[in-house]
Antibody, heavy 118, light 107 residues
């Protein structure tokens, strides 16, 4: 069974940092393209970042470029999102989502909540 | 950035009735369009990709159509478990963008 399990969310003060993790199991993680997608409370879905299966290609939404860093460790079947200089508008549930190809998102984790507040 | 616009924002439908949801792209996305279903407190679930291809395990009462800039998700006979929010997403260009969602509620 495919599983994606996010962790690392929590309450952080404005300007602070967090590192999210996504642990994958039940599929060949190293063959999957991976993404982070977020959802602010009561709002819609916003794509945040993409990393190719090899890690060689990375994209970011303009809203997080220069602030967030996506990475992966295929040996550990894990995806990461380093989030720096956090702002109130970064408050959201963060989902990791996997794709077999560079296209739609086949699988989603259950999300981890990040709250940026003083 | 490609803007995805969904309509209506809310659709009130009785169980057993047909629901038709629309999604429009600000420029052509070919058939690179997916639909997702999200229930309260849950992650989104892939329903349709390639504008009209069912994801694994999706019932045939869900169908997608369209190409270019105009897309439709049809639920032929609404079941109780289908009341949820539905999002379209284009994956033709970066950044990937989603519509704002259509909430299908019980009439």
């Amino acid at each position: 069974e495919v599983q994606l399990v996010e962790s690392g969310g929590g309450l952080v003060q404005p300007g602070g940092s967090l590192r999210l993790s996504c642990a994958a199991s039940g599929f060949t993680f190293s063959s999957y393209e991976m993404n982070w997608v977020r959802q602010a409370p009561g709002k819609g879905l916003e794509w945040v970042s993409y990393i190719s299966s090899s890690g060689n290609t990375i994209y970011y939404a303009d809203s997080v470029k220069g602030q967030f860093t996506i990475s992966r460790d295929n040996a550990k079947n894990s995806l990461y999102l380093q989030m720096n200089h956090l702002r109130a508008e970064d408050t959201a549930i963060y989902y990791c989502a996997g794709s077999r190809t560079v296209s739609h998102f086949d699988y989603w984790g259950q999300g981890t909540l990040v709250t940026v507040s003083s | 950035e490609i803007v995805m616009t969904q309509s209506p924002a809310t659709l009130s439908v009785s169980p057993g009735e047909r629901a038709t949801l629309s999604c429009r792209a600000s420029q052509s996305v070919s058939s690179n369009l997916a639909w997702y279903q999200q229930k309260p407190g849950q992650a989104p679930r892939l329903l349709i990709y390639g504008a009209s291809t069912w994801a694994t395990g999706i019932p045939a009462r869900f169908s997608g159509s369209g190409s270019g800039t105009e897309f439709t998700l049809t639920i032929s006979s609404l079941q109780s478990e289908d009341f949820a929010v539905y999002y379209c997403q284009q994956y033709n260009n970066w950044p990937r963008t989603f519509g704002q969602g259509t909430k299908v509620e019980i009439k």
